[in-house]
């Protein structure tokens, strides 16, 4: 895997696009970001050695490099999940190559399912703290030594990038929540049944993404901002059943406040880990 890794590296590191220091994860139907990029060049997956290509219809599988408000970031805009059928190793190749190119902070996106009462599709959810129920973890198999065999999960969500993200969403006028997200295996929505389990375990919504990303990101000591858009209530919570097309034109809804709230996070954190 690190053989692998230093190659997807050497390529990208190959085409000077630059050093960015802050990396995005766009989430199901929130690739639009990447898009609207000053400067965008990107980089196909399949043209990075190692990379797993995304099959699932609304995600693009590039790596986008452009600049925010003038600070120049790292996206993967389409990701990797692992109801694919990948292998958690490849679930975080994108985000191992992040931390490799020098992201120091990298904010995760995705589309979740509204879990807790008042959460309302088209809202924002600040992530402060994660369940990890997909039955597997990032780190599974053998260690890379400097990294820490056992990484410590206690602050996962950078507690400066949640109090700047609310410090934005404040400027922008924009609705924050904030909640715990249940990562789970998918690829069937859950049932009611197991939304009130979820419930009972303290998660306040759900998806099929981040956790593994995020341990995987803690593991390299990169700080992590996290952000669900809400696409939808939770399986039982309204009489609709669940349809992915729904999720993903919610996830577009919702993509204006969702550029505004990154665009500022991102200007706010460059002066943190700024690179010469
Ligand atoms: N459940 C799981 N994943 C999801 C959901 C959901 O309700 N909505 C968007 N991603």
Redesign the pocket.
Known sequence: MATELDEAVRVVEGLSLGAPAIGVVLG?GLGAFGAALDGRVAVPYRDIPGFPPPTVAGHGGELVFGRVRGVLVACLSGRVHLYEGHAPSKVVFGVRLLAALGCGIVLVTN???GIREGLRPGGLLLLRDHVNLTGTNALVGPNEPPFPRFPDMSAAYDIRCRDIAREVARDEALELDEGVYAG?L?PS??TPAEIRMLRTLGADA???STVLEVIALRHRGVRVGAVSVI??M??GLSSAP?DHAE?QATGVAARDRLERLLSGWIERLAPEVARG
Do not use: K
């Open positions: 199901s589309a979740a399912g789970v998918g929505y859950e759900v998806g099929m696409t939808n939770a399986a669940l999720v």
